[in-house]
């Protein structure tokens, strides 16, 4: 309309303005408290587009402050590089720490027995007149023993893996409870510290193992 384009001009002609002209600057301070405003709310709709999303913090963060087992002092949860993006993926890495650190406790106790000369009597291979006595301590040991153990080794190595505690069973529990040391159904914060410390015994084991072989 006629006002909506010149409300000065009719504030004239009614004699409704000022002569000092203050209606005129009035107006011309709305317009410019309206373009203020109209730019803050732009730059305010700028920032949050650049703004980290809550959303995906919630999401990439998979419950992580939940996940108690392995996360213990000093460190608590410890992944530096932001390998851990998601629930699936942080179950397959645990599961594989889990198994790395089992393999090398073992590890380790085959080193504290062979180390101290605690071997079977006999043959390890008669047809190479070959004792159990004469394997050297440290990886040198392994290629000491004949091709055909060692086949034997893989072959057994195998059906653990495959068959009697399958790693496709990524919770690491295979069922064995001895007895009141691990009950974990009627004590459930024992199964907490106990796999907690199996985790960190494991982690010690893998920096032993590679320790001893370096």
């Given at each position: 309309t006629a006002w909506e384009r010149n409300p000065t001009s009719r504030c004239?002609?009614?004699?409704?303005?000022?002569k000092d002209n203050n209606?005129?600057?009035?107006?011309?301070?709305?317009?410019?408290?309206?373009?203020?405003t109209a730019i803050l709310a732009s730059l305010i709709a700028g920032a949050a587009a650049f703004a980290p999303s809550q959303t995906a913090q919630t999401s990439t963060a998979l419950k992580v402050s939940e996940q108690e087992i392995g996360a213990t002092a000093p460190l608590g949860f410890f992944d530096p590089l932001g390998y851990i993006t998601d629930d699936?993926?942080?179950?397959?890495?645990r599961a594989v720490e889990r198994k790395h650190g089992r393999v090398a406790m073992m590890a380790m106790l085959g080193t504290f027995v062979h180390n101290n000369k605690w071997t079977f009597d006999g043959y390890?291979?008669?047809?190479?007149n070959l004792k159990f006595s004469d394997i050297d301590s440290g990886i040198g040991g392994l290629f000491q023993v004949p091709a055909a153990g060692?086949?034997?080794?893989?072959?057994?190595?195998g059906f653990i893996e495959l068959a009697w505690w399958p790693a496709t069973k990524l919770d690491g529990d295979y069922g064995i409870r001895l007895g009141k040391v691990n009950n974990w159904e009627q004590e459930p914060a024992k199964k907490v510290r106990q796999q907690n410390a199996e985790l960190n015994?494991?982690?010690?084991?893998?920096?032993g193992i590679l320790g001893n072989m370096v």
């Open positions: 004239n002609r009614r004699g409704l303005l000022p209606f005129a600057q009035l107006i011309d301070i709305r317009n410019r408290n309206k373009m203020k699936e993926k942080f179950t397959r890495y390890l291979s008669p047809s190479n060692l086949a034997q080794i893989l072959v057994f190595m015994n494991g982690r010690a084991a893998m920096m």
